[in-house]
């Protein structure tokens, strides 16, 4: 059985740094990409980020280019997400998701497998 378990979540303030990890378990994850989604209060999950499994190809979302850097180490089967200058809009429950190639991380319904996701709160 596929796990996703977030963690590194908690309360910043605005224009704090803070890193998000997921480490996946329960089967092997080769070609396999992975990334982050989040889901503000009262608002549709969206795509934040996105990384192949061999790391070579990354994607973000508009708003987080230049701010957030996804990464993940293949011997761990982990995935992080670095997120600098954080905003207060950016409070939201942020979710790992695993997908088969790199295209089914960058939409919902692409994803395969899901974390229960991890809260970050962003304070001005």
């Known amino acids: 059985q596929v796990q996703l378990v977030e963690s590194g979540g908690g309360l910043v303030q605005a224009g704090d740094s803070l890193t998000l990890s997921c480490a996946a378990s329960g089967r092997t994850f080769s070609n396999y990409g992975m990334g982050w989604f989040r889901q503000a209060p009262g608002k549709e999950r969206e795509f934040v980020a996105g990384i192949s499994w061999t790391g070579i190809r990354t994607y973000y979302a508009d708003s987080v280019k230049g701010r957030f850097t996804i990464s993940r180490d293949n011997a761990k089967n982990t995935v992080y997400l670095k997120m600098n200058s954080l905003k207060p809009e950016e409070t939201a429950v942020y979710y790992c998701?695993?997908?088969?190639?790199?295209?089914?991380?960058?939409?919902?319904?692409?994803?395969?497998?899901w974390g229960k996701g991890t809260l970050v709160t962003v304070s001005s």
């Open positions: 998701a695993v997908a088969y190639g790199i295209s089914g991380v960058l939409t919902l319904d692409g994803v395969n497998y």
